[in-house]
C-alpha cells in the first residue's frame, strides 16, 4: 500500500507523516463539475489555503484544468495568491473588505464581494476618486445572517443605483446554509430570495451554488458555481454515494511498539484500561497535527482492511493505536498506517471526531511531508 509514495524515499523515510495531495485527482474533480453544470462555469474556492491542501498549488492546478475565477475569504490570502495566477484569472474576497482596505484591493487587481452599503459605498467612492470602473460582486442575505445585505439593504440599493456608480457588478451572489442537505427546505427558501434579489439587478449574472448546491440542480446553477470541498474530494451531499474522486491521502509512522498486560494504563488520564494483553503501537501524529482529540477512543487507523483503534487520547504529537488484531511483526518502527485513504474516507474520520471533512482538511497542520502528485 506504500508503493505509492516509494518515490519519496528519503523524505519518506524522516517524515513522521505523510500527506498525498493528488493533483490529477482535483483537475479531474474540476472538470467533472464543469461538465455537470456547464454552461455555467466553476470557480475554485481556495480560502483558507486550498482548505489546508496548499492553495499556491492548488490554484495554479485548478488554473490549468480550466479554471478562471477563484474565491478567497480574506484580502490578505488574495494578495498573496495573485502573483501566482495568470493575468487572465478572476480573483474574489468573499469576506468582503475592511474599512481602508479598499486600495490595496484595487491595487492589486482583487475583485471585493460586497457585503454591505458601507463597503459598496466605499468601493465607488474610491473608483469615482480614481476615475475608473472597479468590478465587484454583490452579495445578499438569503437567510444566513452573516455576510451580504438585507432585504431592506437591497431594496435602498435598487432603488438608488447610483450608490453604485464606478462599480462594474460582475455577479450577484449569495450563499446556501444547508446545500448539503437537499431535504432541507430552506434551500428552496433561499433559491426564492435569491431570484427576488436578483430582480433589481437585471441582466447580471448569478452565483448561488457552492459543492452541495451543485448537487441540488441546474435551478441553483447560477452562472458561477462556487465549489471547495467537493474539488478536494470531500463528499457534497454527506450520506449520499460521493461521486468526487479523493484527492488526500494521509499516512504515519509507528514510532514505537509495545505489548502491555491486561489492566495496563494508556495516554493522559490514564482513561484507556486494557482488558486483556494486547500489542500496541504509537504514531507520530496528534491533535498538533489536526488529529482532533475528540477521536480519542473512537477513532482508528487502518492497516489494509483492518481496523486499528485509538487507544486512550490524542496527545498532542502522537496518539496510540491497538495492533492486538494485527499478526505479531507486521507493523514495525517507520511503519505506515492510513488515516485518511482508501479504506477511511476524509467522512469517516471526520464523523467519528464529531466534525466535518472541511475541519479536518484545514486543520491537518504544517508538520506533514507533504507529496503533490
Ligand atoms: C466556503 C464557501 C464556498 C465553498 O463551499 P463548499 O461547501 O466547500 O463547496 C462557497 N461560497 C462561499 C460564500 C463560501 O464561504
Redesign the pocket.
Known sequence: MFGEISEQRVAGDIAPGLLTIDLKALAANYRALAARVAPARVAG?V?ADA?GLGAARVAPALEAAGCRDF?V?QLSEALILKPLLNAGSRLYV??GLLPGAEPACAQAGIIP?LNSLEQVAAWSRLARARGVELPALL?FDTGMSR?GLSPEDAALLTAELARLSGVRLLHV???LAC??EPGCGQNADQLAAMARFAEGFPGVPL?F??????FLGPAYHGALV???????G?A?TPGVANPMLPVVRLDVRVVQIRTVPAGARVGYGGTHVTAGERRLATIAAGYADGLPRALGDRGAAYHGTTRLPIAGRVSMDSLTLDITALPPGTLKPGSPVELIGPHQTLEALAADAGTIA?EILTGLGTRYHRVYR
Open positions: 474556492v480560502k482548505y474565491f475569504a468573499l469576506g464581494v452579495q455576510f451572489m449569495s450563499h446545500a448539503d452565483s451554488a457552492n459543492s452541495g448546491g451543485i462556487r465549489p471547495g470541498i467537493a474539488l478536494y470531500g457534497p472541511y
